[in-house]
């Protein structure tokens, strides 16, 4: 006897998604992609495998992604490559290789996976599904009121509003970044005994993260350290209260978090992130910034970008949370079919209703049973309606047509009637 073979198991951190669970990520992504189109934003399909050198120059070298969180490997031609972490980088790449940013501007989303090797946790996975979006060649502050005002619409129209909270910050140009660096560092290392091993080792290549720390020992020192808003010149600022002034105009809310740094080097001027109370430690929903210098570090002209990334999976749990989803069933209408002849019949039947009626879900019974049998299966499909075949109906040309969730009798009709009962029922 054969030895029976060990089942091998998903990888850590990334999911199968059930056909149950697909239907509340098809009703996602269904609403966002028409909350994109009320704005007119266009679709872009990236690779999901990129040189690696692409992250190390946008993400940065010093930031976790890159340290530590890259699937990267070696092709067969000694290539290193990547898979995505996420899906800036790609598109501006993308962008850039096609001329798309000569004298235009252009909105564009992008849907798929994303891979990152951190430790698994609810909400953190290693694979996780992103919805991005990013826009070029508008200096702001307008398209970025924009980009946010699109993401507050979403959580209206998904129901969860109420539950989550829009922080924003602006984080300067390079040079007022640099010159708050040298006064950040300074402060820091007057408080060296208060900063946890992680800080220690930030301090020296990138402190501005040591803002983002959620170490409750460093709280009360990092709430006295300098305000990067209070070291920005006049043109950020100006940016900055304009993008303020239209979201007030737009009655939308916001919280400025002045500590409010993100993980991702290319950042500069206005950075955002939409966060909730209701999913633990990953309560960040969304998050973006204008990254106007990564367009020169990629190889382009000097030129603008702003964007964000929602993480799918968050979303979702928010959403599970509330209950809120409105799922349509899979099956209208299940058919029934015992013998031969009816099995011929119904199968022939099927492609008939199916051609004149194109919306409706029709499921045909394969693989055989009694009539008990195929009516559970009806019954579990969720359909409102069993056409029932057997052979003396198939021999007649008739079928039975049972309503399955309300108590009607079943009726008998010829094959015409059928299709002129469903189309009227589908049409109402
Ligand atoms: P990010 O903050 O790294 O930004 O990711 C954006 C969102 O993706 C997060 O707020 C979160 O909802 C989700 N996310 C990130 N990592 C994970 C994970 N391990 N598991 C589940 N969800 C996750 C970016 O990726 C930028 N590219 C956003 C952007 C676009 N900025 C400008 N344009």
Redesign the pocket.
Known sequence: MAKQQQAIQAIR?MHDILPEQSLYWQWLEGQSRQVLGAYGYQEIRLPIVEKTELFKRS?GEVTD?VEK?MYTFDDRNGDSLTLR?????G?LRACLEHGLLHNQSHRLWYYGP?F?H?R?QK????Q???L???TYGMPGPDIDAEIIALTDRLWKQLGIRDKVELQINSLGTSEERLAYRGKLVEYFQQHLAVLDEDSLRRLETNPLRILDSKNPDMQTMLQQAPVLLEHLGEESLAHFNSLKATLDDLGIAYQLNTRLV???D??GKTVF??VTEHLGS?G????????DGLIEQLGGKANH???????????LALLELLDNVPVAATTDVYMIRVGTSAEAAGMRLAERIRDAIPGLKLQVNCGGGSFKSQFKKADKSGAEYAIIIGDDEAQRGEVALKPLRIDAEQSTHNHDQLLQTLQDWHSQ
Request: hydrophobic share 35%; proline share 4%; charged share 25%.
């Open positions: 951190g993400i992604i969180e972490p996420e899906g800036t980088a598109c994303m990152r951190e698994p909400g953190r996975y290693r996780f599904y992103q991005g979006v990013e993100r993980g991702l290319y950042y992130e939409w990953q960040t929903i969304c998050a973006g910034g204008r990254y970008a702003i964007g964000f990334a929602m993480g799918m999976e968050r979303i």
